[in-house]
């Protein structure tokens, strides 16, 4: 049986806050969480519908869900069980973890949630997670079976205590689902053709920046290729390189013949180098560093760049936009450039992230969420997902189902979905979504639809999949990355010579990169005496 457990956690992140950046506080939720199975009265009268609070990534979308809303009745008619989440800004996940910690600081823990920068190893430690082992295969089988045995053997070395108990629910992605895209529109303007060395995308890139590719009359408004802040979402840059990366932050995998930090190796060095070139010439745009992800996608969506790095299966909303712009949009998929010496790819993570924890407020918290989290993972409820609520997601035309455009003004996030996908599961998706489509949104459909299956021969799965941010431990600037993105920034901008990456090197390891290595070693010896 579990036992609730507050802990002492709510000084601990309340020191952490104070630390930081300041947070504007939030209201406890006056008991609206009620994840208790509530019993039969005497009288014999209905039982009492259980709620849960989840926390998760709402996207765009402008309202919270509230008990009453649409998904909420569709998960009590599933499952009976309801479920709430107040509308929480996502931001790249900055504004996410900010609005959480806040919430862990007053020890008024949502009942389940996406943990966000490795939260959940100090969260496993104060007793404020729920042990879903036991829980699991009766209460969420499709869960269980669905997730290889190998994955939940690495998602067992997160418990701190070394018994191997499992805390958090992966998100699993058995197929790549990032990738780098290109206008192929913009290459037929300036006459060349998809790259696929370092060379031709030099080039390319270069008549990007001096010819009017994007064919709006104006030769001076085009960036050839574009990233975020903090050196993210330019993961081909990188990986061109065999760097590995994920979203812009440097994994671990196996580099001279060690699992190793990426961020640090030689062939970083030579990354970093190219693009100081780049950024020099102005074919990486010099706005990078100082764009957030509302500056980066504006510049996306308004025609002006040529190409990027993101999730695959989003590139449809890119699409979308350039097309009210620019009618001739083509996006096709960017090889990962050859590199003489060096053996290019993109970052495979099975284990993308700990998808969802549940706090520890009893067992039938544990047993309403795992409902509700099992019904979206059940392969036989797929279709159905995919559909929706009709009059919400999709509406009825002749007997057949057809989706409606999202309105990210009028509807909700989901928050809970499904989180374990194979090629096979995205296929069948992008199947049903393409479907009936009209002329305009069957064109992007087909492109993204390439796009993501063009991007598959570029993975690679790396050592580091699945790492406990425990390995982490009394190092917070080593796991936030924060010295790399400092010098790695300020090289690529030209503020520090090349031969600084040296210096940082040193400083890497001398401040945490030693111990935090050889625990990494460690952790991996131990996940490779279970594969």
Known sequence: MLSFRKSNIGKLFLVLLLAGSAIAGCSKSGGESTAETPKESATGK???????????NSGNFKNAIKKDSPYSKWMIDKVGVGYHSPLVPWEGGTAYIQRLNTRIASNDL???FLPWQGIEGTLIKQGALADLTDYLPKYAPNIWKRIPEEIWNVVRTADPSGKGRIYYIPRVELYQSYGAFIRKDWLDRVGKEVPKTKEQLDDVLQAFLDKD???NGNPSDEI??????????????FGMYGVAMWEGFPMWDIYDGQITYSGVTSNMKAAIANMRDMYKKK???????LNKAADWTAKLNSDRVGAWFHINKNASGQIDKILEINKDVNLVALPVPKVDGYDGFITHMRINRPEFVIANKGEETVINALKILDWFNDPSNLEEII?????VDHQVV??????????LDANTAKIPNTFIFSLEDILLQLKIEGSGLDERTAKIVQQRDKILVDNQPYSKSIAGDGLPASVYEGYADIQNHTLYQEVMTKIIIGEYPIEKFDDFVKEWYRTGGEEVTKRVRDWYSKVQTKR
């Open 46 to 56: 209905p039982k009492e519908t259980p709620y849960i609070e989840i926390w998760g």
């Open 110 to 112: 949502p009942d389940v």
């Open 398 to 407: 002749d007997g057949k189902k057809k989706l409606l455009p999202i309105n």
């Open 283 to 289: 074919l990486l745009d010099n706005e990078t560093f």
């Open 224 to 237: 050839p290729i574009s990233g975020r802040e903090f050196g993210r979402w330019m993961d081909v840059l």
């Open 387 to 391: 559909y929706g609520l009709e009059g």
């Open 213 to 215: 590719a994007n064919g």
